[in-house]
């Protein structure tokens, strides 16, 4: 068995900065569509780059503590 090079532990954390900064451009997009706009919540998804409903969910609550509906509730349009 061989042990890792010394730069695969950096390269490890440099790919997790990079899915972490994805995420979070991801979810700060959908969050403007949602203050902004009134497309429904699978279109918004779909435009913050998820395809799959139920990690956009679960990606969403995580970042902001609320599911895409109540931040749109919260945050949107009418919410004011």
Do not use: C, N, W
Not at 31 to 42: A, F, M, N, W
Not at 61 to 73: V, W
């Amino acid at each position: 068995m061989t042990k890792p090079s010394f730069g695969a532990g950096k390269s490890s954390r440099f790919m997790r900065h990079i899915l972490s900064q994805l995420v979070s451009h991801r979810i700060q997009h959908a969050k403007r569509l949602l203050e902004t706009g009134g497309d429904p919540i699978d279109e918004v998804r779909r435009r913050a780059g998820y395809s799959d409903a139920a990690a956009f969910r679960r990606v969403f609550k995580k970042a902001t503590g609320l599911s895409p509906s109540g931040y749109r509730d919260a945050y949107g349009l009418r919410a004011g």
